[in-house]
């Protein structure tokens, strides 16, 4: 089964549970040749086709807002570490400043990591979904999936996936579902557990 093939990049099979990276081949005509390719070079079918079930400002949500986060309190962290007390102007004393930055920042890195690196892209089709930490793909058959619930954090709408068993990303699966996501889910029913 052919997953995103790119000209620029080598073609990715699925093999198992985890996407590979296989080497490219020239037939007879010195054209590039995957492997498990459609010979008759059809459409592919409904099933094969992939759509992007997640937001598009998961990216957004996944990379830019820890690093912009992490880098601007860090910074401001920083200051108030190096510089010294009688440079800076402040009503209360310096250790206060420096401890109540020290809890902002460490609270930050630990909302971060319980709740905005746990999203992921979740593409699917029919027949399986694919979950991307846009590093890692991973595919799954929707009858790994026993149950999905759907919760509002920080006023974003959140639904979860969660597998009979733990996989690459773990039993819960998350993810900010994307305009389309309702729709595909009654064009499909039945493929989504509730």
């Known amino acids: 089964m052919q997953i995103w093939p790119n000209s ?13 990276f296989v080497p490219r081949r020239l037939d007879r005509r ?24 997640s937001s598009n400002s998961t990216l957004f949500w996944r990379v ?7 880098v601007f309190l860090g910074g401001l962290l920083l200051t108030f570490l ?13 250790l206060w400043g420096q401890l109540f930055l020290l809890a902002l920042w460490l609270g930050w ?13 979740v593409d699917a089709n ?7 930490n846009y590093w890692t793909t991973v595919r799954y058959p929707w009858g790994d999936v ?18 009979r068993a733990p996989g690459r990303f773990g039993q819960k ?14 064009e499909n029913e039945g493929v989504i557990v509730d």
């Open 64 to 70: 830019f807002m820890p690093i912009f986060g992490t």
């Open 30 to 53: 010195g054209t590039i040749f995957m492997e498990n390719q459609n010979a008759d070079n059809q459409q592919p079918n409904s099933a094969d086709q992939t759509e992007c079930l």
């Open 173 to 186: 699966i998350s993810f900010l579902p994307g305009d389309r996501f309702e729709e595909w889910k009654r």
């Open 82 to 94: 190096l510089i010294p007390e009688e440079e800076l102007y402040l009503p209360f004393p310096l």
């Open 109 to 121: 890195l630990f909302l971060v990591r319980c709740t905005i690196w746990r999203l992921k892209r």
């Open 146 to 163: 026993e149950k999905t619930e759907e919760k509002t954090r920080l006023g974003r709408r959140i639904v979860n996936l969660c597998l």
């Open 8 to 20: 620029l990049q080598q073609p990715i099979i699925a093999t198992h549970e985890l996407l590979t």
């Open 126 to 132: 029919a027949t399986h979904f694919f979950v991307t």
